[in-house]
């Protein structure tokens, strides 16, 4: 019985290890293979809906997990930093605890050095499809996606030296706006992966809706308690480098 489920182990070792071999001997060049990849991501978005209301233009940065199928097939997994200077909401925000010449006092009796700051986080999983009508090889071209995540966005506040008592611990949290939800994702762009291996990217249009509501149950500057379901968006270009990891290559191939 043992020396059965020995034999049968090694015929399925053999088994993967010739389906690689296999697949190993396919050109870039001219077949459509699978591949895996990391990939470096970049954006720019503007808001729109109830985002708009709160924030301007922002910027993403974040890494992503990449499966092509030998159909073309495409099932991404990944997380993008969100982060951005133009807070819409700022000379209000802290009008009842400024002076009428809009500074905050802190602890010393002069003006506190208060900055705010958006920043988020979008959690996604996509899917979609690699047609390739244009590009080099069977492997680029155009890539239509579409995901489901999780995104979360605040007004970061900052206060240098943490010198206003006003906006620490919990009263902090009283102005930040931390607000998330669920998200849908949807993406058009082209792929390119080189024939030689060499340059591998990604550039298109993405858009994010997110279905959220405030996670605090109070502002301070609104004195009342925080707003319900929202529905913001944001629409941009994303653009990223391709780290591609090939099931296995020919002896005269190289990496870089």
Same mark, same amino acid.
């Given at each position: 019985?043992? !020396?059965? $489920?020995?034999?049968? #182990?090694?015929?399925?070792?053999? %088994?993967?290890?010739?389906?690689?071999?296999? =697949? @190993?001997?396919?050109?870039?060049?001219?077949?459509?293979?699978?591949?895996?990849?990391?990939?470096?991501?970049?954006?720019?978005?503007?808001?729109?809906?109830?985002?708009?209301?709160?924030?301007?233009?922002?910027?993403?940065?974040?890494?992503?997990?990449?499966?092509?199928?030998?159909?073309?097939?495409?099932?991404?997994?990944?997380?993008?930093?969100?982060?951005?200077?133009?807070? !819409?909401? $700022?000379?209000?925000? #802290?009008?009842?605890?400024?002076? %009428?010449?809009?500074?905050?006092?802190?602890? =010393? @009796?002069?003006?506190?050095?208060?900055?705010?700051?958006?920043?988020?986080?979008?959690?996604?999983?996509?899917?979609?499809?690699?047609?390739?009508?244009?590009?080099?090889?069977?492997?680029?071209?155009?890539?239509?996606?579409?995901?489901?995540?999780?995104?979360?966005?605040?007004?970061?506040?900052?206060?240098?030296?943490?010198?206003?008592?006003?906006?620490?611990?919990?009263?902090? !949290?009283?102005?930040?706006?931390?607000?998330?939800?669920?998200?849908?994702?949807?993406?058009?762009?082209?792929?390119?992966?080189?024939?030689?291996?060499?340059?591998?990217?990604?550039?298109?249009?993405?858009?994010?809706?997110?279905?959220?509501?405030?996670?605090?149950?109070?502002?301070?500057?609104?004195?009342?308690?925080?707003?319900?379901?929202?529905?913001?968006?944001?629409?941009?270009?994303?653009?990223?480098?391709?780290?591609?990891?090939?099931?296995?290559?020919?002896?005269?191939?190289?990496?870089?």
């Amino acid at each position: 019985m043992q !020396k059965r $489920k020995i034999v049968v #182990f090694l015929m399925l070792i053999n %088994s993967i290890f010739s389906f690689q071999k296999a =697949e @190993g001997q396919l050109n870039i060049a001219d077949s459509v293979i699978r591949i895996y990849s990391i990939s470096a991501r970049l954006g720019t978005h503007l808001p729109a809906a109830d985002m708009a209301q709160r924030f301007g233009i922002s910027y993403s940065v974040g890494p992503a997990f990449t499966y092509k199928t030998n159909k073309n097939w495409l099932w991404d997994a990944g997380f993008d930093y969100i982060f951005g200077n133009d807070v !819409k909401i $700022k000379d209000s925000l #802290f009008r009842l605890i400024s002076t %009428s010449h809009q500074f905050i006092i802190d602890q =010393e @009796g002069v003006p506190a050095d208060v900055a705010v700051q958006e920043r988020g986080y979008h959690f996604y999983v996509s899917s979609g499809k690699l047609f390739p009508i244009i590009g080099p090889n069977p492997n680029s071209g155009l890539i239509v996606e579409f995901g489901v995540g999780y995104l979360l966005h605040k007004i970061n506040i900052s206060v240098l030296n943490n010198s206003a008592p006003q906006l620490r611990g919990d009263y902090k !949290k009283g102005y930040d706006r931390l607000t998330g939800g669920f998200s849908f994702n949807q993406f058009i762009g082209y792929q390119h992966l080189s024939s030689k291996r060499i340059y591998n990217f990604f550039v298109g249009f993405e858009l994010i809706e997110g279905f959220t509501s405030s996670l605090r149950e109070y502002d301070f500057d609104r004195m009342a308690p925080a707003e319900g379901n929202r529905f913001d968006m944001m629409i941009g270009i994303k653009a990223g480098w391709i780290l591609p990891i090939y099931a296995r290559a020919p002896k005269d191939y190289y990496y870089y």
